[in-house]
């Protein structure tokens, strides 16, 4: 979803690799189409369109912001180029000589991840809903445009641990997971690369664990010949956690997949990106990577810069408003999905919305942002509205649907 960086968004399906969107710069917005070229090999439009606004657009909106940071801290040099040399270091820390001493760091990871800050990983545990769900919380980031990524964990009657979209596993993260008990499934609950970027790595530290994953997994990372496939395959787990799978292909559009878990016992509905609530204040996670890459606090100004580029949608010099709009519904369809992915395929994703509202959940886990929020179905049916042609709990202005506009053309689809 999703929705910000370097985080995964589907190929008109969801978040692979997203770059935030066009950030102001006096009021025009710099829309650089050739970058997406450079990442056409990828063969993910979507996250192709997102690269090809971010990495100009970036630099005035973050020094605006930037020139915010705590007192004595350099300015020399601007974000853009902090982020670049961040990965250049990061794999160099991984190649470099001196191997036990980065290793003695919990935080690090050589392998099992592909965004920044890498290759070193805060985690936070946190337990969501009592003795059964915890998050687990890292930062992704790409310059000034930073959220979190959450891994969700179950634990089922048996005692096991359902694992869905596996973080950076570093020795931090490895340590607090195994303090709840054993592993027994691993998840893909989506196409985006964010959310499985990690699986293999995981796979060879818990070989023992059986690998679930949506249909439509490709290419530039894959899941192993032996996973079981949801909503084909039949799952030890599935009365405990029923799932319902949302996925589209040629001719229907682009190839994306989500599925959603409804933990009957407690009422909660586990999803990926499909529905977002934005917290008032940034996810402490965030403070591992500061504003662009310096570990520190996060002010709400820049706090809520980065909500809404997280969530595609363009900056126009009143963040304090439209992240009010953004974090007021009880929950928020992804932009990036609503925009440019459910309005190529409105009658198939009205046809999932209507089935999983039909679950009796009362609050929803995210792969992203707040977790664990209050929402209703009927509160989510509203949320995903423009598929009924209802009234819907967030509507953007025109000015507000340039960055995804300039994606739209890019990837095809009905205009808007």
């Not at 929803?364 to 509203?382: G, N, W």
Request: net charge positive.
């Amino acid at each position: 979803m999703v929705s910000m960086a370097l985080s995964a968004t589907p190929c008109c399906g969801h978040q692979q690799f997203r770059l935030s969107p066009a950030i102001r710069n006096g009021g025009r917005h710099e829309h650089h189409e050739h970058v997406v070229k450079q990442w056409m090999c990828w063969k993910q439009k979507i996250r192709c369109a997102a690269a090809a606004v971010l990495c100009g657009a970036l630099r005035a909106r973050s020094r605006s912001l930037g020139g915010r940071r705590a007192q004595g801290e350099s300015e020399m040099e601007d974000p853009s180029r902090r982020a670049v040399l961040s990965l250049v270091a990061g794999g160099l820390a991984v190649g470099g000589v001196n191997a036990a001493l980065k290793a003695s760091d919990e935080r690090y990871a050589a392998f099992g991840t592909i965004l920044a800050p890498a290759p070193y990983k805060e985690t936070i545990r946190t337990e969501l809903v009592p003795g059964r769900i915890w998050g687990f919380e890292q930062c992704i980031a790409l310059a000034s445009v930073s959220t979190n990524i959450r891994m969700t964990v179950v634990k089922l009657q048996d005692g096991s641990l359902w694992v869905s979209a596996p973080i950076s596993p570093t020795r931090q993260c490895l340590r607090l997971l195994d303090e709840l008990g054993k592993v027994s499934h691993l998840v893909v609950p989506s196409t985006a690369l964010e959310h499985k970027a990690s699986l293999s790595e995981f796979l060879r530290i818990y070989p023992t664990a059986t690998v679930w994953a949506t249909p439509g997994q490709s290419l530039p990372i894959t899941v192993p010949d032996t996973a079981r496939i949801l909503g084909r395959d039949t799952a030890p787990w599935e009365n405990e956690l029923p799932c319902k799978v949302f996925f589209v292909e040629p001719p229907v559009t682009d190839t994306f997949a989500e599925a959603v878990f409804f933990h009957s016992e407690t009422h909660t509905l586990l999803v990926t990106d499909c529905a977002l609530k934005l917290p008032s204040k940034p996810p402490k996670i965030l403070e591992s990577y500061g504003y662009d890459g310096t570990p520190g606090p996060i002010s709400l100004e820049q706090w809520r810069y980065k909500a809404i580029a997280f969530d595609f949608v363009t900056g126009r010099n009143q963040d304090e408003k439209d992240f009010a709009a953004l974090s007021k519904p009880p929950a928020l369809v992804n932009p990036l999905l609503r925009f440019i992915v459910y309005r190529r395929c409105p009658e198939q994703a009205a046809v999932w919305v209507r089935d999983v509202a039909k679950w009796p959940f009362q609050k929803i886990i995210p792969a992203h942002l707040q977790a664990p929020f209050d929402c209703t179905p009927s509160q989510f049916l509203e949320a995903f509205g423009f598929l009924f042609n209802k009234k819907t709990s967030w509507e953007p202005e025109d000015e507000q649907l340039a960055f995804l506009r300039a994606v739209r053309d890019i990837v095809g689809g009905p205009t808007f």
